[in-house]
């Protein structure tokens, strides 16, 4: 699959004021003919390494930091180093980009007050900005406010509920709201753990009684069983097919009854690219509408690291649902993610150097 949108990045460095060694005579008529603001910076210059702080879990460093990733970034001249929680932040480093997927109030808060006292470092992400994503009641609102919808296809949401206490009332809450069965039922905090990806099919009224708050109840929406991954690192998009839960006919739903249990919905054992399946299934979304999409998301999350989830609607070939957005997820079972990710590393201190030197110019 080829990546949408992606930059290669010379190694080449910018020499600012390449007339140095001319004479001054000619250096001062060059100086005199050359417009006001007329700098132009083509590269950043790799006189040194740059450095990546990290601060991420211990399963995150095990799926992502991979010998390949490690190995390609030292050729490029990225160097990874792990923080230290034990000690100030404002004392390690220095860094370039610090790259980050922790929890707790206190984490939030460090970054924070590091942000404001290194504007130069980039952190990846903003810590409120994440935020947003543990609750699913607010991770798809973004989504939801674009109606998105052009000539390539439309995207929306499922509709759901969110239920925070008492399973006695999900019955008439339901009916209130006006969610046709059946229904997903996920956790309402999306926190990366185990627990937080398990999903429950509640297939009648009576089994909504076995839910467990809190929680989001979606209006399941048959799929073909395919779902698509959509991994985005900045500007540049990759997306792969993983098997979902299957469709439920009218025969089925009318027969079925009570809550099933699914531990986890599309990792990549699930990988489903290599599957002979019905080709109005298996046909990617439209580029242009995936672009579109994750540009509108960067911009109202304020995010530059997550995937989506989505969904195309069985029978259709144009009507698209989002159904879980997640933070850093797991880059390692992405093709070739080491080249995307470095070339993206790359990118963020190329947009630093320039607006370094513009700045300068003033």
Same mark, same amino acid.
């Given at each position: 699959?080829?990546?949408?949108?992606?930059?290669e990045?010379?190694?080449?460095?910018?020499?600012?004021?390449?007339?140095?060694?001319?004479?001054?005579?000619?250096?001062?008529?060059?100086?005199?003919?050359?417009?006001?603001?007329?700098?132009?910076?083509?590269?950043?210059?790799?006189?040194?390494?740059?450095?990546v702080?990290?601060?991420?879990?211990?399963?995150?460093?095990?799926?992502?930091?991979?010998?390949?990733?490690?190995?390609?970034?030292?050729?490029?001249?990225?160097?990874?180093?792990?923080?230290?929680?034990?000690?100030?932040?404002?004392?390690?480093?220095?860094?370039?980009?610090?790259?980050?997927? !922790?929890?707790?109030?206190?984490?939030? +808060?460090?970054?924070?007050?590091? /942000?404001? @006292?290194? %504007?130069?470092?980039? &952190?990846?992400?903003?810590?409120?900005?994440?935020?947003?994503?543990?609750?699913?009641?607010?991770?798809? !609102?973004?989504?939801?406010?674009?109606? +998105?919808?052009?000539?390539?296809? /439309?995207? @929306?949401? %499922?509709?759901?509920? &969110?239920?925070?206490?008492?399973?006695?009332?999900?019955?008439?809450?339901?009916?209130?709201?006006?969610?046709?069965?059946?229904?997903?039922?996920?956790?309402?905090?999306?926190?990366?753990?185990?627990k937080s990806?398990?999903?429950?099919?509640?297939?009648?009224?009576?089994?909504?009684?076995?839910l467990?708050?809190?929680?989001?109840?979606?209006?399941?929406?048959?799929?073909?069983?395919?779902?698509?991954?959509?991994?985005?690192?900045?500007?540049?998009?990759?997306?792969?097919?993983?098997?979902?839960l299957?469709?439920?006919?009218?025969?089925?739903?009318?027969?079925?009854?009570?809550?099933?249990?699914?531990?986890?919905?599309?990792?990549?054992?699930?990988?489903?690219?290599?599957?002979?399946?019905?080709?109005?299934?298996?046909?990617?979304?439209?580029?242009?509408?995936?672009?579109?999409?994750?540009?509108?998301l960067?911009?109202?999350?304020?995010?530059?690291?997550?995937?989506?989830?989505?969904?195309?609607?069985?029978?259709?070939?144009?009507?698209?649902?989002?159904?879980?957005?997640?933070?850093?997820?797991?880059?390692?079972?992405?093709?070739?993610?080491?080249?995307?990710?470095?070339?993206?590393?790359?990118?963020?201190?190329?947009?630093?150097?320039?607006?370094?030197?513009?700045?300068?110019?003033y």
């Open positions: 699959m080829k990546l949408i949108d992606d930059k990045i010379d190694d080449g460095e910018v020499t600012m004021n390449e007339g140095r060694e001319m004479e001054t005579a000619e250096h001062e008529r060059e100086e005199i003919s050359s417009p006001p603001c007329s700098l132009v910076i083509e590269e950043f210059p790799l006189k040194r390494s740059i450095v702080g990290y601060a991420l879990t211990s399963k995150k460093i095990k799926s992502f930091l991979q010998p390949k990733l490690e190995g390609l970034a030292r050729n490029k001249g990225i160097l990874f180093v792990a923080i230290d929680q034990k000690r100030p932040l404002s004392e390690q480093g220095p860094f370039d980009i610090v790259l980050h997927k !922790q929890i707790g109030k206190e984490w939030r +808060l460090i970054l924070e007050e590091y /942000r404001l @006292g290194h %504007p130069d470092v980039t &952190v990846l992400d903003p810590p409120d900005a994440i935020l947003h994503l543990r609750n699913r009641q607010s991770m798809l !609102q973004c989504v939801a406010d674009m109606n +998105l919808s052009d000539s390539y296809g /439309r995207v @929306g949401v %499922p509709k759901q509920l &969110v239920i925070k206490r008492d399973a006695s009332s999900i019955p008439e809450a339901v009916n209130k709201a006006g969610l046709r069965l059946p229904l997903v039922a996920k956790p309402l905090v999306a926190d990366g753990s185990a990806h398990e999903l429950s099919l509640a297939y009648d009224q009576h089994s909504l009684l076995k467990e708050p809190p929680l989001v109840l979606q209006e399941f929406v048959n799929h073909g069983g395919v779902l698509f991954k959509v991994y985005i690192v900045g500007e540049a998009i990759r997306v792969v097919r993983r098997f979902s299957p469709d439920v006919s009218r025969r089925e739903l009318s027969k079925a009854a009570g809550v099933f249990h699914f531990p986890r919905v599309s990792c990549a054992a699930a990988s489903a690219d290599d599957a002979d399946l019905d080709p109005n299934i298996a046909e990617l979304p439209p580029r242009p509408l995936l672009e579109r999409l994750a540009k509108e960067r911009r109202g999350l304020g995010l530059r690291l997550f995937n989506l989830d989505i969904i195309r609607e069985h029978g259709t070939r144009d009507q698209f649902y989002v159904i879980d957005i997640n933070y850093f997820p797991g880059y390692g079972k992405m093709p070739e993610y080491e080249h995307v990710f470095t070339d993206f590393l790359l990118s963020v201190v190329q947009s630093q150097f320039k607006k370094r030197a513009l700045a300068d110019q």
